[in-house]
């Protein structure tokens, strides 16, 4: 998870020092994550972030954006530079963010590295598709489609299940 200081991360300070702060908060909130708990957002820098805020960043008004994380089935960060390079070299997006999400079925919290698309619908399908190489063949199970509120529903792949939805302003 380490990388040298980054100048363009606008954060003052170094990756690796932005990396250990990332790991330190997900490493505290995981003892207390359980499958009913919020998923909780970090910024490039390593501040929560609210999903609301998130909208906000892209800067597309009252339209929808998605959230699509990279990592799929990460449970510890030493990969964490390997997906933020991926985003940032791979897709050319600078706007990267860091999420922890409850996985119920595995009794485990996932570690994500995160990045924002348009809301269309082929769009979000392609890019549930697109990261399985770095994932060891596993896709992306879900995005989430957040309004200007905060509030989300999760677009499933289609090779899984139909969309479900929850009212998490101000996560």
């Known amino acids: 998870m380490i990388d040298s200081a980054d100048p363009t991360n ?3 300070e170094s990756q690796e020092s932005i990396d250990k702060k990332i790991q330190s908060i997900f490493e505290i909130e995981e003892k207390i994550f359980t499958e009913n708990s ?6 490039k820098c390593g501040k929560k972030i609210t999903l609301q805020e998130i909208h906000h960043e892209t800067g597309i008004g009252d339209n ?6 990279v990592t799929s089935e990460q449970y510890n960060r030493d990969n964490f530079s390997k997906y933020r390079e991926y985003i940032k070299n791979n897709l050319n997006k600078n706007r990267i963010y860091y999420g922890l999400w409850p996985d119920t079925k595995k009794n485990k919290t996932e570690w994500d590295v995160l990045y ?27 995005a989430l489609i957040i309004d200007k ?3 989300w529903n999760i677009q499933n792949n289609e090779s899984y299940s139909q969309t479900t939805s929850n009212s998490l302003g101000g996560i």
């Open 116 to 142: 924002t698309i348009e809301n269309n619908s082929d769009e979000i399908q392609k890019h549930l598709n697109l990261h399985n190489q770095i994932n060891n063949g596993v896709t992306q199970k879900m």
């Open 64 to 69: 929808s954006v998605v959230l699509i994380a």
């Open 38 to 43: 919020n998923p909780m957002y970090l910024d």
């Open 149 to 151: 509120d905060g509030n």
């Open 10 to 12: 606008n954060c003052d």
